[in-house]
């Protein structure tokens, strides 16, 4: 969730001030990161003429370590008396304290917060202004340049329109650094031209090599542009609705004759049919922000040539009332990052990200600091052991959580999936499960570096992005390896010559109450006989937009449909040639009736989590699951904080002892149900099922189940480590989205196990031939 909004959007003074201003505005700072804003002020002037005062510089990167020779961008942010923060790193003075091992430039409009290393060491690179210093650890190693990695691996474009590369520095000790913005990029034919930046645009259709050279090595990858035509624009977030004061990302996604999709955010011309309610803008760095003026309800265009998609921008008069920071009261290993999120809940019940658009502190930047440069925004990095509170501000309203940095030093690296064949040309998602020494498990997939044993047959990538994500070159098997701090875990990808013969969209028939949404995945069925989810490579459509609009812009958004109207359409997944069968949604005009909140009357430990599921009933008896769609609250978050971020709504954690009222509230319906938090030990952790026996090539998912003292028990199923005795017979994965789920590989037994603060449980699984 790294904010997509400006750093500079977070401060009390959008209290809307004049509508020419925010316009200037749009058009001068391009709503992005650095410069200065009408919003922020580029003194950090304050709110009704009251001059706010810079408090505090932050350097970002915070102790970063780079191979000698290479360079790395540092940026300076000041946070101001009034919660403000502004992108300083232009204005600042730079130093670094031992320029022998890496210098840092100074020179205005050049090369300033740019350090370059000339040996191995450590020193510190210093920003100051105002008055006010900030600074953080550079160290520089000897390691040597190994390769030039660039992402995406062979993509295709459609003639006119761009994509963006990224160049990945591979060191001898096996780190890496992005080096996009250092490399010398080429194109080898005049298909396309790419930018010094690494933004290639499609001249006409053909084919073409992107390269990227970086201290005397080269990476490259094929990139194709087609003759395909652009058919039509989707525009998402659809029907969204923000508060008075606040911006909004949107993302234009252009569907072509060829059934392919590609971003166009940044290529469409955008527009609001009513700019005095919300402008949006058509600037470098803040395409598609719209940032709301007044309530009401406007349309935004994205238009390409004529061809022309749009959605509708609801602004409400609603007040914020809170922020949310989650994790709740994570502990995580010193030297390791945690992305933190703020979801503002406001006085009309709704919920929004506001992760890029709030201001980040640290109450102990000795043990941890907290990003509030753009592109980074609430992204903590551990130093040392201890504890910091971090907080996220807006206005007068903050929401804080407590960080933990505990001595945990990892022991194993895991890679999902372990074993896997899929079809030449897919592409493939690996994850990397850090296993550290106090059975802590956390998600490195991003912090390791990836490589293939095979490039040739398998490629992966290591760019902001790309990270773990596979591509099937051709027939072969590929060694995929995670490393991180002088450790290393793999996995097996073997890629086969299958091609696709149809695709099956589930559910195939399903009713949903006007308002509410529907998730669908596309199941590829290959010639081979193999299936396999190809859910994020197709092109989703409904039949009628006035019923409902289906999303192809990527991530947990693709394929969920959303209910515009009452009537019936037809939902289709097309790669290629190929198109799925038609799957029916209805859209009812049913209303809420009641919210049903499970599990009902909880207990918990203190510390530990409890996932609650929001079911709603509505008039026509008809339930729908409507825990993502529902906004939460906790009567007392001193006691119990809960969850409204997309990726884990609904998420309760026991901060202190006593109980709190948790309730789930749609429009005007609301559901509850009370969490105790107690004081618990626990005892024992339950594997189940018991002693399955499942066949090869099948998978099981095992819960853990935790006992505690005073008789309460709860579902650890993601809080244990989880490993097999035998990883040839059957893997178990540690992935939060697939934790303790078992593939089978091979006949034979295999011992399953779940393990937390030194309790193990355990069953037997079989798989049959």
Same mark, same amino acid.
């Not at 059934?259 to 700019?275: A, F, Y």
């Not at 070159?473 to 013969?501: C, E, N, R, W």
């Given at each position: 969730?790294?904010g997509?909004?400006?750093?500079?959007v977070?401060r009390s003074?959008?209290?809307?001030?004049?509508?020419v201003?925010?316009?200037?505005?749009?058009?001068?700072c391009g709503?992005?990161g650095?410069?200065?804003?009408?919003?922020t002020g580029?003194?950090g =002037?304050?709110t009704?003429?009251?001059?706010?005062?810079?408090?505090?510089?932050?350097?970002?990167p915070?102790?970063?370590?780079?191979a000698?020779g290479?360079?790395?961008?540092?940026?300076?942010?000041g946070i101001?008396?009034d919660? !403000?923060v502004?992108?300083l790193t232009?204005?600042?003075?730079?130093?670094?304290?031992?320029?022998?091992?890496?210098?840092v430039?100074?020179?205005a409009g050049?090369n300033k917060g740019?350090?370059?290393?000339l040996a191995?060491?450590t !020193?510190?690179?210093?920003?100051?202004?105002?008055g006010?210093?900030?600074?953080?650890l550079?160290m520089?190693?000897a390691?040597?340049?190994?390769?030039?990695?660039?992402?995406?691996?062979n993509p295709?474009?459609?003639?006119?329109?761009?994509r963006?590369f990224?160049a990945?520095a591979?060191?001898?000790d096996?780190?890496?650094?992005?080096?996009?913005?250092?490399a010398?990029?080429?194109?080898?034919?005049p298909?396309a031209?790419i @930018? =010094?930046?690494?933004?290639a #645009?499609?001249?006409s259709s053909g084919?073409?090599?992107?390269?990227?050279?970086?201290?005397?090595?080269?990476?490259?990858?094929?990139?194709?542009?087609?003759?395909?035509?652009l058919?039509s624009?989707e525009? #998402?977030?659809?029907n969204?609705?923000?508060?008075v004061?606040?911006?909004r990302?949107?993302?234009a996604?252009?569907?072509?004759?060829?059934?392919?999709?590609q971003?166009?955010t940044?290529s469409?011309?955008?527009?609001?049919?009513?700019?005095a309610?919300?402008?949006?803008?058509?600037?470098?760095?803040?395409?598609g922000?719209a940032r709301s003026?007044?309530?009401g309800t406007?349309?935004?265009r994205a238009?390409?040539?004529?061809?022309?998609?749009?959605t509708?921008?609801?602004?409400?008069s609603a007040?914020?009332?809170?922020?949310?920071?989650?994790?709740a009261i994570?502990?995580?290993p010193?030297?390791?990052?945690q992305q933190?999120s703020?979801?503002?809940?406001?006085?009309?019940?709704t919920?929004?990200?506001?992760?890029?658009?709030v201001?980040?502190t640290?109450?102990?930047?000795?043990?941890?600091?907290?990003?509030n440069a753009t *592109?980074?925004k609430g992204?903590?990095a551990?130093?040392?052991?201890g504890t910091a509170?971090?907080?996220?501000t807006f206005?007068m309203i903050?929401?804080s959580?407590l960080l933990?940095?505990?001595?945990?030093?990892i022991?194993?690296?895991e890679?999902?999936?372990?074993?896997?064949?899929i079809p030449?040309?897919?592409?493939?998602?690996? #994850?990397?499960a850090?296993?550290?020494?106090d059975d802590t498990?956390?998600?490195?997939?991003?912090?390791v570096?990836?490589?293939?044993?095979?490039?040739?047959?398998a490629t992966v990538?290591?760019?902001?992005?790309a990270? +773990?994500?596979a591509?099937?070159?051709?027939p072969g098997?590929a060694?995929?390896?995670?490393?991180?701090?002088g450790?290393?875990?793999?996995?097996?990808?073997?890629?086969t010559?299958?091609t696709?013969? =149809?695709?099956?969209v589930t559910?195939v028939t399903?009713s949903i109450a006007?308002?509410t949404s529907?998730?669908?995945?596309?199941i590829?069925t290959?010639?081979?006989?193999?299936t396999?989810d190809?859910s994020?490579?197709?092109?989703w459509s409904? #039949?009628?937009?006035?019923?409902a609009?289906i999303?192809?812009?990527?991530?947990?958004?693709?394929?969920?449909?959303?209910?515009?109207?009452?009537?019936?359409t037809?939902v289709?997944?097309t790669? +290629?040639?190929?198109?799925?069968n038609?799957?029916?949604l209805?859209?009812?005009s049913?209303?809420?009736?009641?919210?049903?909140?499970t599990p009902?009357?909880? @207990?918990?430990g203190?510390?530990f989590?409890?996932?609650?599921?929001?079911t709603?009933?509505?008039?026509?008896?008809?339930?729908q699951?409507?825990?993502?769609?529902? !906004?939460?609250s906790?009567s007392?978050?001193a006691?119990?904080?809960?969850?409204?971020?997309s990726?884990?709504s609904?998420l309760a954690?026991?901060?202190?002892?006593?109980s709190?009222?948790?309730?789930?509230?749609f429009?005007?319906?609301t559901g509850?149900t009370?969490?105790?938090?107690?004081n618990?030990?626990?005892?024992?952790?339950?594997?189940?099922p018991?002693?399955?026996?499942?066949?090869v090539?099948?998978k099981?998912?095992?819960?853990?189940?935790?006992?505690?003292?005073?008789g309460?028990?709860q579902d650890?199923?993601?809080l244990?480590?989880?490993?097999?005795?035998?990883?040839?017979i059957?893997?178990?994965?540690n992935?939060?989205?697939?934790?303790g789920l078992?593939?089978?590989a091979?006949?034979?037994?295999?011992?399953?196990?779940?393990?937390?603060? *030194?309790?193990?449980?355990n069953?037997?699984?079989?798989v049959?031939?």
């Amino acid at each position: 969730m790294k904010g997509i909004f400006s750093n500079q959007v977070g401060r009390s003074g959008l209290l809307l001030l004049l509508l020419v201003s925010v316009v200037v505005c749009l058009a001068g700072c391009g709503g992005g990161g650095g410069g200065t804003d009408s919003g922020t002020g580029g003194t950090g =002037s304050g709110t009704g003429g009251t001059a706010a005062t810079l408090i505090s510089i932050s350097v970002s990167p915070t102790s970063p370590t780079i191979a000698n020779g290479t360079s790395q961008k540092f940026d300076a942010t000041g946070i101001f008396s009034d919660n !403000t923060v502004q992108d300083l790193t232009a204005d600042a003075s730079w130093v670094s304290t031992t320029p022998s091992v890496a210098t840092v430039g100074d020179l205005a409009g050049v090369n300033k917060g740019l350090a370059s290393a000339l040996a191995a060491g450590t !020193t510190t690179i210093t920003a100051t202004y105002g008055g006010k210093t900030g600074s953080t650890l550079l160290m520089v190693t000897a390691a040597t340049l190994t390769t030039v990695e660039v992402s995406p691996t062979n993509p295709s474009i459609a003639n006119g329109t761009s994509r963006q590369f990224r160049a990945v520095a591979i060191f001898s000790d096996t780190s890496k650094q992005d080096v996009t913005a250092y490399a010398a990029w080429s194109s080898s034919t005049p298909s396309a031209t790419i @930018t =010094s930046a690494g933004l290639a #645009t499609g001249v006409s259709s053909g084919t073409t090599t992107i390269s990227a050279s970086y201290g005397g090595l080269s990476g490259a990858t094929t990139l194709v542009v087609t003759a395909a035509t652009l058919v039509s624009i989707e525009v #998402t977030p659809i029907n969204a609705s923000i508060a008075v004061g606040l911006p909004r990302q949107f993302t234009a996604i252009g569907i072509y004759t060829d059934n392919t999709t590609q971003n166009l955010t940044q290529s469409v011309t955008w527009s609001s049919v009513n700019s005095a309610i919300a402008v949006i803008s058509n600037a470098q760095g803040s395409y598609g922000l719209a940032r709301s003026l007044t309530a009401g309800t406007t349309t935004i265009r994205a238009t390409s040539g004529n061809v022309q998609g749009s959605t509708s921008l609801t602004v409400t008069s609603a007040t914020l009332l809170g922020l949310d920071v989650t994790p709740a009261i994570p502990s995580i290993p010193a030297g390791l990052q945690q992305q933190f999120s703020a979801t503002g809940t406001f006085s009309d019940s709704t919920t929004k990200d506001m992760t890029s658009e709030v201001t980040w502190t640290s109450t102990d930047a000795g043990v941890s600091t907290v990003s509030n440069a753009t *592109g980074s925004k609430g992204l903590a990095a551990t130093l040392i052991q201890g504890t910091a509170t971090i907080t996220a501000t807006f206005g007068m309203i903050s929401g804080s959580t407590l960080l933990t940095v505990i001595p945990a030093t990892i022991v194993t690296i895991e890679v999902d999936p372990f074993d896997l064949n899929i079809p030449r040309g897919s592409s493939q998602q690996f #994850t990397a499960a850090g296993i550290y020494s106090d059975d802590t498990v956390i998600d490195i997939t991003a912090e390791v570096t990836w490589s293939s044993s095979a490039a040739s047959v398998a490629t992966v990538g290591n760019g902001t992005g790309a990270n +773990g994500i596979a591509t099937a070159i051709a027939p072969g098997t590929a060694t995929i390896t995670a490393s991180y701090q002088g450790i290393a875990g793999s996995a097996t990808l073997t890629v086969t010559s299958p091609t696709l013969k =149809s695709i099956a969209v589930t559910p195939v028939t399903s009713s949903i109450a006007l308002g509410t949404s529907q998730q669908y995945n596309a199941i590829g069925t290959y010639s081979d006989n193999s299936t396999r989810d190809i859910s994020d490579s197709v092109t989703w459509s409904s #039949t009628s937009l006035a019923v409902a609009v289906i999303s192809n812009a990527g991530g947990d958004t693709n394929g969920l449909a959303i209910s515009t109207a009452v009537g019936s359409t037809t939902v289709h997944a097309t790669a +290629g040639s190929i198109v799925s069968n038609g799957a029916t949604l209805t859209v009812t005009s049913a209303t809420l009736q009641s919210i049903v909140v499970t599990p009902s009357n909880a @207990t918990i430990g203190r510390k530990f989590s409890q996932q609650f599921t929001a079911t709603g009933i509505f008039s026509d008896t008809s339930v729908q699951v409507l825990t993502k769609q529902v !906004t939460w609250s906790s009567s007392n978050t001193a006691v119990v904080v809960i969850s409204n971020a997309s990726n884990s709504s609904g998420l309760a954690t026991g901060v202190s002892l006593g109980s709190s009222t948790i309730t789930a509230r749609f429009g005007a319906i609301t559901g509850s149900t009370t969490l105790t938090v107690i004081n618990a030990t626990l005892q024992a952790i339950v594997v189940t099922p018991v002693n399955p026996s499942i066949s090869v090539n099948s998978k099981q998912q095992f819960t853990a189940t935790g006992s505690f003292t005073g008789g309460i028990t709860q579902d650890f199923t993601k809080l244990v480590k989880w490993t097999s005795s035998n990883k040839n017979i059957a893997f178990v994965s540690n992935g939060y989205s697939k934790r303790g789920l078992a593939t089978a590989a091979r006949a034979g037994t295999t011992t399953i196990s779940a393990t937390k603060s *030194g309790i193990v449980g355990n069953t037997l699984l079989t798989v049959t031939p």
